[in-house]
């Protein structure tokens, strides 16, 4: 499939951010968390997302402790005109990958920037997020040294992650957030009741991750146990024995209604996904070209009035157990 044999539907960032494709590519797995993966295979996707017109790229400093930044510099050094790149600062891992600390220190956001412009070999970042709300630091702070980057030309727009309703407030009067990137999918719907509304009301695109619920909504993970040694998702609570089985309910009724619809279940999660409002840019995750074009499709699907009532339904029948992350992890969400 090529640029010209389907048209990637666009969005925009915010009232004044980029317009990017309707989907864009999550490229966190290309590096880390989710066991081995091959480098040319993930510069073949890369390379791939951008022939089919899809071009909001996202990566962060602390994937793979800088490895997914320097593989977009790859791509980055032969297409840099047709991506808009996010990248993302504020969680410190050491080398070995442990967790440091959260920073959102003004000293600190000039530094990562600083960094991640080396290792992605560009002169500016089109979208740049605070990872995690550093709770230690005012959020006036850490935004208004954001803001000296986009005067300084380093940063075109910016972007917070995991932030509560409150923080975007604040981060908002003090310069103009263009996207709130935090989990938001079929099984993860706590934005719905607060964030998001908020999100609307100041003009703010919500850009979800995870919107696959980590690639348990496809159905092809049935067990922890089939995961590779180094996943992380083994110590996730909803991948546990005791949650599992609740969830393999929902992702089963799922694949049956996609399949009664003609589509995949990954499809028809990132289609309900886009029909939840055109200020919505999911960012699917993928190592694989198959799973990119089959991703990429879904910004085609049209979800009717039935068919949506239809999931309504799935989902109150099949309520997600378990927390989203470890019990340690949850204290940096919503901050």
Known sequence: MSKQEMTMPRRRLGAQGPEVSALGLGCMGMSDFYGPADEQQSLAVLHR???????????????????NERLLARLLAERREEVVLATKFGNVRAADGRLLRIDGSPAYVHEACDASLQRLGVEQIDLYYQHRVDRSVPIEETVGAMA????????????????SA????????????AALQTEYSLWTRDVEA??????????????????LGRGFLTGAIRSAEQLP??????????FQAEQLAANLA??????????????SAAQLALAWLLDQGPDIVPIPGTRSVSRLAENAAAAQVHIGAALREQLAGLLAAHPVA???????AMAALNA
């Open 250 to 263: 929902l992702a089963d009724a799922l694949g049956a209604l996609a399949q009664g619809e003609g589509l």
């Open 229 to 238: 040694a180094g996943d992380w998702r083994r110590a996730n609570p909803r």
């Open 49 to 67: 997302a951008l022939d089919i017109g899809l071009n909001f790229l996202d990566t962060a400093d602390m994937y793979g402790v800088g490895a």
């Open 148 to 163: 000296e980057l986009v005067r300084a030309g380093k940063v075109r727009h910016l972007g917070l992650s995991e932030a």
């Open 194 to 211: 607060e964030i998001l509304p908020t999100c609307r009301e100041l003009g703010i695109a919500l850009v979800p991750y995870s919107p």
């Open 322 to 328: 378990g927390s989203r992350y470890p019990e340690a």
């Open 166 to 177: 409150a923080t975007l407030r604040r981060a908002h009067a003090v310069h103009p957030i």
